[in-house]
Nanobody
């Protein structure tokens, strides 16, 4: 099974950009659809974005559509989330996730692998 490690979080002001990275090791990277979930303090984990294995179709939650871009580099076992025009409501722990399902969006119950998370804080 693949292991996932996030990096790239931090504290930024509204309107700024961040790029999150997810490094995968073990397993076969291309066997996994990958994505990002986030969890704000006191809230449940929520879907942010996914990229489907083999076809690279991309999906986004309504709250990040047009601002965030997901991508993957199969040669280097990496996945990224480019986050632009960040808002205070984007503040959360962001988790890199994986599933062997080939489907566009998936819920927390369908996630097979979780990273440990990286904190993103957007505040003036």
């Amino acid at each position: 099974q693949v292991q996932l490690v996030e990096s790239g979080g931090g504290s930024v002001m509204p309107g700024a950009s961040l790029r999150l990275s997810c490094a995968a090791s073990g397993g076969t990277f291309t066997d996994y659809s990958l994505g990002w979930f986030r969890q704000a303090h006191g809230n449940e984990r929520e879907f942010v974005s996914t990229i489907v294995k083999r076809v690279d179709n991309k999906y986004y939650s309504d709250s990040v559509l047009g601002r965030f871009t997901i991508s993957r580099d199969n040669d280097n076992n990496m996945m990224y989330l480019q986050m632009n025009n960040l808002r205070p409501e984007d503040t959360a722990i962001y988790y890199c996730v994986g599933t062997t399902r080939q489907q566009g969006t998936f819920n927390t119950g369908q996630v097979e692998v979780w990273g440990r998370g990286t904190q993103v804080t957007v505040s003036s």
